[in-house]
């Protein structure tokens, strides 16, 4: 059974960082494609940030690329998103994907 678990959201000030994480189990780490998306209130889910595991090729999307860092450690089976520059705008839920599969989210609130 495929779990994932994040955790590492908080409340920073503007310009701030974050470092999120996501726990992975219940399928094989090394062959799979990893993904970040986040739901800011009131809107849909968004794609922040996707790495695949085996080559560490990474995608992001132009609101976030040069801020946010996608990696991986897989020792621990565990995703990692590194978030710079930190604006009210990147005020969201933030959850772990991987194919249909989801974690509970974890909240980020950027706020002075």
């Known amino acids: 059974q495929v779990k994932l678990v994040e955790s590492g959201g908080g409340l920073v000030q503007p310009g701030g960082s974050l470092r999120l994480s996501c726990a992975a189990s219940?399928?094989?780490?090394?062959?799979?494609?990893m993904s970040w998306y986040r739901q800011a209130p009131g809107k849909g889910r968004t794609f922040v940030a996707q790495?695949?595991?085996?080559?560490?090729?990474?995608f992001y999307p132009d609101s976030v690329k040069g801020r946010f860092t996608i990696s991986r450690d897989n020792a621990k089976s565990t995703v990692y998103l590194q978030m710079n520059s930190l604006s009210p705008d990147d005020t969201a839920v933030y959850y772990c994907n991987r194919l249909m599969s989801w974690g509970q989210g974890t909240q980020v609130t950027v706020s002075s």
């Open positions: 790495i695949n595991i085996a080559t560490g090729t990474t």
């Open positions: 219940g399928f094989t780490f090394s062959n799979s494609s």
